[in-house]
């Protein structure tokens, strides 16, 4: 209730307030307010900036504030993709950018202590007060005022309104009682304290679905990330690393090329090296021999089945079957079931599959000749690229480095997305060769076929089968996700098909006969590890898909310093990475037939590993 002052009358002072005015004034305020509520909740689904404006945005990881421009608005997920100046390009939650010019930059600032001694400011306020256009001025930059701004500037408001009060509770003693009731109304200022922040906490807390454990750890380093020490001083921009640096020294090339160029050298070795050790005569690990021909490695019938399988699955793109998601059609299973369909017709016609095993080291070699030229093809075509798609680690300067790690997370080559389209030339190459090859042998010996053989290539064709009907779910991996697209993607794709085929080829080089108990506990190992692998990895991209998902409801999850929330319970919390562990198991049944007779052929399980290990850990700094 509003204090009348105490001060006699007679000494000649009016009467400043009256109770009638005080209380006619402060009801416009409730009304103000209460009418401005509906507004707020239709402006709360719009974003605060659009593309091109420019804004200062967090820097991931810190409380570093960076001037940026806007590149993207992603209105569902509240949040933008911000272009910083050195061209980096993330994406930030919208309560991390704001205007340059916003009274958030000021939030540190105004936290500032007021002093007893600061009588002006104090006056300030109480004219502020008096004058009737205060009780408007509220009313206009509401709608242009975030819901973190209104957060801010309620707590700040708060906390101006304690000390004040504060200082000027009145003394039995003190001459200056009056100017302390002078400063009593402040229903006034208490105005923009109860409009946006509850329902802005409303609207955070409806999100959170699925149960939800809280980490100490994690907790206080997304508090020490959020807020730093210094932030009450002034605000700090981002460190450029196209700039000079404290001591005035450039940023220059690191060494990383030569551990690119180490890697685009040895990888090709390795799986050369395979393929000339796994011969008809066994599999031993010796020093390879490498010839020095180029008739050796080049042959033009290769070249052509290789350009004409790629073709047929550019042409398969049209094919009007399957959901369409990110602009692309899933359609790569019926593409996989055509082809197979049509393996009996090429047998019917006595079209010679032979060629496919004959030309079968050299279809590897085109493949490694292909990802080097799709390398430097789609490193040049970066430049045109959208700079949203920019991959940090490949746009370092370095041309040996960016071709290696790629300049684009996402690319398109002729409308069609080049990852989705070199990862189905990765697993429907890998059904159609072990398809091809065991087909010719049962044709060659007259319809007899080795049980080891069906069972070792009916492995891979299934795994091959699984990733091309659960095609969708590759948009919510690690390659698809993080990954640039350079030669270090496209080579482990292309490639690929040529490491468990090798066990394939190998067995129908030697021909070995197993028993059948061995063959039933490799095949448990392979069952096994694909229920691992496939029920894991399907709470993982559903929970990816949509974190609200009822059928998800009984999972538990934490929410890491990256703001991102993790499983933690399921197969989650049985094993850090159980997807890993079910391809670990499928990888070692592949090669189990063969690893009876030759120590080389676990080599191709131990480069799945180490793969699966880079993915591990590359992915590991997101969290």
């Not at 609200?548 to 399921?570: C, D, F, M, Q, Y």
Request: proline letters at 6%; one cysteine or more.
């Amino acid at each position: 209730m509003v204090r009348r002052s105490t001060r006699s009358r007679s000494r000649g002072r009016p009467d400043r307030y009256q109770a009638g005015e005080v209380v006619e004034e402060v009801p416009k305020v409730a009304k103000a307010a209460k009418a401005k509520a509906p507004k707020k909740e239709v402006v709360e689904k719009k974003m605060a900036f659009a593309e091109g404006d420019e804004v200062m945005a967090r820097w991931p990881g810190s409380s570093l504030f960076f001037k940026s421009k806007v590149t993207m608005v992603r209105e569902e997920e509240d949040e933008y993709d911000v272009e910083y100046e050195n061209g980096t390009v993330y994406t930030i939650r919208a309560k991390d950018v704001y205007k340059s010019t916003s009274k958030i930059m000021k939030k540190a600032g105004s936290r500032r202590s007021k002093s007893r001694g600061r009588t002006p400011v104090r006056e300030k306020k109480a004219k502020a007060v008096e004058s009737p256009v205060v009780t408007e001025a509220p009313e206009a930059p509401l709608d242009d005022v975030s819901a973190d701004e209104a957060e801010v500037t309620a707590e700040v408001t708060a906390e101006v309104s304690a000390e004040v009060s504060a200082d000027e509770v009145p003394s039995p003693k003190a001459e200056d009682q009056a100017d302390a009731a002078v400063d009593v109304p402040k229903p006034v200022i208490e105005e923009p304290i109860v409009v946006k922040a509850p329902k802005v906490k409303a609207v955070r807390e409806a999100k959170a679905e699925t149960p939800t454990r809280v980490s100490a750890r994690i907790a206080a380093k997304a508090i020490t990330d959020a807020f730093s020490d210094d932030e009450s001083d002034k605000i700090k921009l981002a460190p450029n690393p196209e700039l000079p640096d404290a001591r005035g020294k450039k940023k220059s090339w690191s060494f990383e090329w030569v551990w690119a160029i180490i890697f685009m050298i040895l990888g090709p070795v390795i799986l050369v090296s395979l393929h000339t050790l796994c011969t008809k005569t066994g599999c031993k690990l010796e020093t390879p021999k490498f010839s020095t021909k180029l008739a050796d490695y080049i042959n033009k019938d290769a070249i052509i089945q290789f350009a004409g399988f790629a073709a047929v699955l550019k042409i398969s793109n049209f094919i009007p079957i399957g959901s369409v998601v990110n602009g692309q059609r899933m359609n790569g299973f019926a593409t996989l079931l055509i082809l197979l369909s049509a393996v009996p017709a090429l047998v019917y016609y006595k079209v010679p599959l032979s060629s496919v095993r004959a030309n079968y080291f050299f279809l590897m070699a085109s493949c490694i000749i292909v990802s080097f030229l799709s390398a430097i093809v789609y490193y040049i075509a970066s430049f045109w690229a959208a700079k949203s798609s920019i991959n940090s680690k490949g746009n370092t300067g370095n041309p040996i480095v960016d071709i290696f790690n790629g300049r684009t997370v996402n690319i398109k080559f002729l409308g069609f997305d080049a990852k989705l389209t070199t990862f189905r030339i990765s697993m429907i190459g890998l059904a159609v060769l072990n398809v091809l090859m065991v087909t010719d042998s049962i044709v060659s010996a007259g319809g007899n076929a080795n049980p080891t053989v069906i069972l070792a290539a009916a492995f891979q064709v299934l795994y091959a089968m699984d990733a091309m009907f659960f095609e969708e779910y590759y948009f919510h991996s690690h390659d698809a996700m993080n990954s640039g697209f350079g030669w270090s993607l496209i080579s482990s794709y292309l490639t690929f098909p040529f490491l468990p085929t090798l066990i394939t080829k190998y067995l129908l080089d030697r021909s070995p006969i197993v028993a059948w108990y061995y063959l039933a506990l490799i095949g448990l190992m392979n069952a096994v590890g694909y229920v691992i692998f496939r029920s894991s990895e399907t709470q993982r991209c559903e929970f990816a898909k949509n974190p609200s998902n009822p059928a998800l409801a009984h999972l538990e999850t934490v929410s890491t310093a990256g703001n991102r929330k993790l499983i933690v319970s399921g197969w989650w919390g049985l094993v850090r990475h159980p997807n890993y562990l079910g391809e670990v198991l499928i990888q070692w049944s592949w090669v189990l037939p063969a690893r009876l007779h030759g120590p080389g052929t676990i080599l191709p399980a131990i480069c799945h590993h180490t793969h699966a290990g880079h993915q591990v850990s590359s992915d590991q700094p997101k969290k």
